[in-house]
């Protein structure tokens, strides 16, 4: 595990309305590679807000937040040469996660590689096979995502983030409204993610997640983190989490 954090916030105020003052502020918050994060909190205590500012699509209200130790407009220099962080930071959206509904599974998967490596799809289709296998989606490589129902969505949607090998995922409440078989699946696939999933080249990935039920990932989870009056507090243990795991 690095001792240098992958995602660092310095004094971050995290919010969405400029004129409105930050649901959060002076969010100071270090994840280092290797970790698992949990988030939670009440409705609309910032959770989304938060990922968003993580994954650099949305500005921080104030202070700083640095990406694998690079401060914003400052250019990474990896070993592995890739320096987007659209590449390097995976983000799964809640509520179907935004996949484009009218392209085939097959095709949503390739839609990140084509963009970013600029591989034909033919090429596309052959590197994201074990990725589809993996996520049990092979059934429905040629059907268009948008005729699934939302849990088959999601997994889209996590396959989608995948297709790049990032560092780090983040997932925007991943399995809310799933059903029992649904949960298990998640829980069990994102432990094997943070130990290092053969689908994902088999590297230990950095995992930060929100949910509204943090109690479903107690065996998953090994940091957690909790959206309280404006703040982020990071009570570390599980049992910190208990009266908000319901």
């Given amino acids: 595990m690095s001792a240098e954090p992958v995602i ?29 994060w949990v988030v939670t909190g009440s409705h609309g205590a910032g959770k989304s807000l938060l990922l968003e500012t993580m994954a650099g699509i949305r500005p921080c209200r104030g202070g700083d937040v640095r990406w694998f130790g690079n401060r914003p407009g400052v250019p990474a220099e990896p070993a592995s ?29 390739c ?54 090998s990032p560092e780090v995922l983040l997932l925007d409440n991943p399995i809310a409204g799933m059903d029992p078989s649904h949960v298990a699946w998640w829980c069990a696939f994102l432990s094997r993610l943070s130990g290092g999933h053969p689908a994902a080249g088999g590297k230990p990935m950095t995992l930060v997640l929100t949910t509204d039920h943090a109690a479903l990932w107690a065996g998953a989870g090994r940091q957690f983190a909790v959206l309280k009056s404006g703040s982020v507090e990071l009570p570390g243990a599980r049992s910190a989490l208990t009266p908000l795991a319901a």
Avoid: K
């Fill in 111 to 164: 839609i990140p590689l084509c963009y970013h490596s600029g591989c034909d799809p033919e090429e596309a289709l052959q590197r994201t096979a074990a990725l589809r296998s993996a996520t049990e989606l092979e059934p429905f490589a040629r059907v268009p995502a948008g005729r699934l129902g939302r849990a088959w969505m999601q997994r889209v949607a996590l396959a989608r983030a995948l297709a790049l």
């Fill in 81 to 109: 040469g890739r320096t987007r962080l659209g590449e390097r930071i995976g983000l799964v959206f809640d509520g179907g996660g935004r996949v484009f509904t009218s392209q085939t599974v097959a095709e949503n998967l």
């Fill in 8 to 36: 660092e916030m310095v004094g971050a105020g995290i919010g969405m309305d400029p004129e409105a003052p930050p649901l959060l502020s002076g969010v100071t918050w270090s994840v280092r590679a290797g970790e698992f």
